[in-house]
T-cell receptor, first 113, second 113 residues
Framework: GAVVSQHPSWVICKSGTSVKIECRSL??????MFWYRQFPKQSLMLMAT?????????EQGVEKDKFLINHASLTLSTLTVTSAHPEDSSFYIC?????????FGPGTRLTVL | GQQLNQSPQSMFIQEGEDVSMNCTSS?????WLWYKQDPGEGPVLLIA?????ELTSNGRLTAQFGITRKDSFLNISASIPSDVGIYFC?????????????FGTGTRLQVTL
C-alpha cells in the first residue's frame, strides 16, 4: 500500500508554545489529506480535511485558529497546534487517499506540560 | 462527530480460534474499510470493500460489505498472537476525493496461547 509519513513521532512542549506536525505522502500525490485526533482508548475523530492549494475544512467543534493547517504541495500537509495547552495532549494522525483507499501515517504523540 | 456502532467492544480468545466482528451504520455507505491499529501506531489498512455484497479476503482475514450497505463484518480465522490489537471499521458515504471516513468505535482483540 501507499506510504504516509509523519514527523515528529512524538513531541513534548510547554504550555503556550506552538507545535508543528508534518505529514507526507511518500510514493503518491494527495490533493486531499485528513487530520485525526485520538484520545486514549477511543476511536479516531476527524479534525479537518486539508486541501492542496486551498483552505482546510474543519469539523464542527474544532477551532481553526488553534489548529492551523497548511497543504502547500501535493505531498505535504502540516498541522500547527498553536498556544498548546495540556488538554491538547493527544495522538494526532494524518491520512491521505490513494485512489479509493485511505492510508494513515504512524501518528504523532503530543504531550503538553 | 458521527461514529459507527462496532461490536464486540473487546474480545478475549484463545490462539487458533476464529474471530468475528461487525459494524453497523444508520447511513448508507459506498465504501467500507477495515483497519488494525497497534499501540502507539497509526491504523493499517487490512481490507477495502466497494460493492454491496462484496466478499474479500486477505490471508486469514475475510470481510463482507453488507447487502443493505449499512453494515460490514470482518472475520479472522485461526487467530495467532500477532492478531492482538484494535480493529476499526470505517465507512465512506460518497466517492468524492474529499469525502470523509467515519470510524467505528473499535474492537480490542486479545489472544491467549
Amino acid at each position: 500500500g501507499a506510504v504516509v509519513s509523519q514527523h515528529p513521532s512524538w513531541v513534548i512542549c510547554k504550555s503556550g508554545t506552538s507545535v508543528k506536525i508534518e505529514c507526507r505522502s511518500l510514493d503518491f500525490q494527495a490533493t486531499t489529506m485528513f487530520w485525526y485526533r485520538q484520545f486514549p482508548k477511543q476511536s479516531l475523530m476527524l479534525m479537518a480535511t486539508s486541501n492542496e492549494g486551498s483552505k482546510a475544512t474543519y469539523e464542527q467543534g474544532v477551532e481553526k485558529d488553534k489548529f492551523l493547517i497548511n497543504h502547500a504541495s501535493l505531498t505535504l500537509s502540516t498541522l500547527t497546534v498553536t498556544s498548546a495547552h495540556p488538554e491538547d495532549s493527544s495522538f494526532y494522525i494524518c491520512s491521505a487517499r490513494a485512489g479509493r483507499e485511505q492510508f494513515f501515517g504512524p501518528g504523532t504523540r503530543l504531550t503538553v506540560l | 462527530g458521527q461514529q459507527l456502532n462496532q461490536s464486540p467492544q473487546s474480545m478475549f480468545i484463545q490462539e487458533g480460534e476464529d474471530v468475528s466482528m461487525n459494524c453497523t451504520s444508520s447511513s448508507i455507505f459506498n465504501t467500507w474499510l477495515w483497519y488494525k491499529q497497534d499501540p502507539g501506531e497509526g491504523p493499517v489498512l487490512l481490507i477495502a470493500l466497494y460493492k454491496a455484497g462484496e466478499l474479500t479476503s486477505n490471508g486469514r482475514l475475510t470481510a463482507q460489505f453488507g447487502i443493505t450497505r449499512k453494515d460490514s463484518f470482518l472475520n479472522i480465522s485461526a487467530s495467532i498472537p500477532s492478531d492482538v490489537g484494535i480493529y476499526f471499521c470505517a465507512g465512506r458515504e460518497n466517492t468524492g476525493t474529499a469525502s470523509k471516513l467515519t470510524f467505528g468505535t473499535g474492537t480490542r482483540l486479545q489472544v491467549t496461547l
